[in-house]
């Protein structure tokens, strides 16, 4: 058995009713694990780019590429672990802060560029953009605070195209 590593895949897929289910039904019905799923239009009419972080070793990457590839409403499949790619997500973190801890949970915001969206006598619900290890890194940080509640929207990725060179 081979390392197993974390892999971002795109996909590629007509905007249909029954395409997600499927695709998920594909992870789940073979035991696949899904970290991440997210889902939206495309840059072409009708179409969605579907983004999935997922884990396995070499051969259970490429089993599940060509699962992918046979679903009827899959126009393309992208594995973007072994090339450069934009990755980001968003995260909302709802967050216990008194106001001996207030500055100090402020001061952690600031640091990852991040935003408090809300504010209540007892808390704040702070906003945080980023790849999965910068928001991970954060709610880490929080963490000792009381976190009371998190909503992730999971990965959405795109291959980066310029690398440098002229």
């Given at each position: 058995m081979g390392e197993m590593k974390e892999h971002t895949i795109s996909v590629l897929v007509e905007q249909t009713f029954d395409a997600l289910p499927r695709i998920a039904g594909?992870?789940?019905?073979?035991?696949?694990?899904?970290?991440?799923?997210?889902?939206?239009?495309?840059?072409?009419?009708?179409m969605a780019r579907m983004t999935i972080v997922t884990r396995g070793d070499d051969g259970v990457i490429e089993q599940i590429t060509k699962?992918?590839?046979?679903?009827?409403?899959?126009?393309?499949?992208?594995?973007l672990t072994y090339e450069p790619f934009v990755e980001r997500e968003l995260a909302l973190v709802k967050v216990t802060a008194t106001q001996s801890t207030r500055s100090e949970i402020?001061?952690?915001?600031?640091?990852?560029?991040?935003k408090i969206v809300d504010i209540s006598p007892k808390?704040?619900?702070?906003?945080?953009?980023?790849?999965?290890a910068k928001v991970q890194a954060i709610i880490?940080?929080?963490?000792?605070?009381g976190i009371r509640e998190i909503s992730r929207t999971g990965s959405v990725a795109l291959k980066r195209e310029f690398r440098g060179e002229t």
């Open positions: 594909l992870f789940s019905g073979r035991g696949y694990q899904i970290d991440s799923i997210s889902v939206g239009e495309a840059e072409e009419p009708g699962q992918l590839n046979k679903i009827v409403n899959v126009v393309k499949v992208t594995d402020m001061q952690i915001v600031n640091i990852f560029r991040a808390t704040l619900t702070v906003e945080c953009t980023g790849s999965r880490g940080m929080l963490r000792p605070f």
